[in-house]
């Protein structure tokens, strides 16, 4: 059984950083695409940021020069390092791995497992 467990969100305030984690078991992190997505209140789930399984990533334009994706294969575990916070990053943020059809980096349609999320928020 595949599971994707994130950890790391909490409160901060803007301008500040968080790293979050997203451990995986019942799959290689190593050899997978994975991804962070993230989804605010009455917003659609939105991609953030993607890491291929030859390590090249890729990131939308809201977050490019503060968030920075990686794995650590040794620990079976996702990254994402996430500085200069600010309120517009404030929602419930999820991993995702295995693409299981073409299409979009950034879009959920094309993840196969999915964790069940880490709450970020960023007070002004």
């Known amino acids: 059984e595949v599971q994707l467990v994130e950890s790391g969100g909490a409160l901060v305030q803007a301008g500040g950083s968080l790293r979050l984690s997203c451990l995986v078991s019942?799959?290689?992190?190593?050899?997978?695409?994975m991804a962070w997505f993230r989804q605010a209140p009455g917003k659609e789930r939105e991609g953030v940021a993607y890491?291929?399984?030859?390590?090249?990533?890729g990131y939308t334009d809201s977050v490019k020069g503060r968030f920075s994706i990686s794995k650590d294969n040794a620990k079976n575990t996702l990254i994402l390092q996430m500085n200069s916070l600010n309120p517009e990053d404030t929602a419930m943020y999820f991993c995702?791995?295995?693409?299981?059809?073409?299409?979009?980096?950034?879009?959920?349609?094309?993840?196969?497992?999915w964790g069940q999320g880490t709450q970020v928020t960023v007070s002004s």
């Open positions: 995702a791995a295995e693409r299981r059809s073409l299409g979009s980096w950034f879009s959920s349609q094309v993840y196969k497992y």
């Open positions: 890491i291929d399984s030859l390590a090249s990533t």
């Open positions: 019942g799959l290689s992190g190593r050899r997978s695409s």
